[in-house]
């Protein structure tokens, strides 16, 4: 069946403009996170989603970044006045309700902020 | 203090042969353990959970020492598709990987060489 879907694959912006990035989650997760990895780094917890939701946002790392679910499904992750730090590949993740469920990330979409 | 802390490699390994990463993490409340791996600009999937009591899954072992705050993975006879990077990763919820935040580490790289 079909994975996580990211789009879109490659973003490249001007510093200060504004970007959105979307994710779709595998049909009936009702899970969904972001993470960020810069290279050299291991994934870096950003949002979680359980439903429509946000139940923990402590790793967004300033109120330039914003995340919304309104339906339960599709996520966007919107990033305002972009700055060259943000620059990385920014992962979703999807799984389903309850204990014992991996999660299973999309390819990412890689920001690069000029 | 890094939260989870791995030896980022490189490891470079002929085939067949037997390599152990190591990886340490500092909350002492963590209850949930995993491995990941992560092809060269894909995205992390889940290797294997790590139970208290130690788990095998074919070629790669997993063992968790609580009191030591210490995880470690183990791979016997090495194959050329093995080569890759390995994150050690914790979470503070239940065995339940997709309902509470994972924290990655940066990752150990292993090439397995012919």
């Known amino acids: 069946g079909a994975g996580v879907s990211q789009t879109p694959s490659n973003k490249v912006t001007e510093k200060g403009k504004y970007v959105e990035l979307r994710c779709d989650p595998i049909?009936?997760?009702?899970?969904l996170y972001w993470y960020r990895q810069s290279l050299g780094q291991g994934p870096e917890f950003l949002i979680y989603f359980q439903g429509t939701g946000a139940a923990d946002d402590s790793g967004l790392p300033n109120d330039r970044f914003f995340a919304v679910r309104p339906e339960g499904s599709v996520s966007t992750l919107k990033i305002q006045r972009t700055e060259r730090g943000d620059s990385a590949v920014y992962l979703c993740a999807s799984s389903p309700q309850g204990a014992g469920s991996p999660l299973h990330f999309g390819n990412g979409t890689r920001l690069t902020v000029t | 203090r890094k939260e989870v802390e791995q030896d980022p490699g490189p490891f470079n390994v002929p085939e067949g042969a037997t390599v152990a990463f190591n990886c340490t993490y500092s909350?002492?409340?963590?209850?949930?353990f995993f491995w990941y791996r992560q092809d060269c600009r894909k995205e992390p999937k889940l290797l294997m959970s790590?139970?208290?009591s130690g788990n095998e899954d074919g070629r790669f072992t997993a063992q968790l020492n609580r009191a030591s705050q210490y995880i470690s993975l183990l791979i016997r006879d090495s194959k050329l598709s093995d080569s890759a990077t390995y994150l050690c990763?914790?979470?503070?919820?239940?065995?339940?990987?997709?309902?509470?935040?994972?924290?990655f580490g940066k990752g150990t790289k292993l090439s397995v060489i012919p």
């Open positions: 909350n002492s409340a963590s209850q949930s």
């Open positions: 990763v914790v979470s503070l919820g239940p065995s339940g990987a997709g309902s509470y935040q994972l924290t």
């Open positions: 049909s009936g997760h009702t899970a």
């Open positions: 790590v139970y208290s």
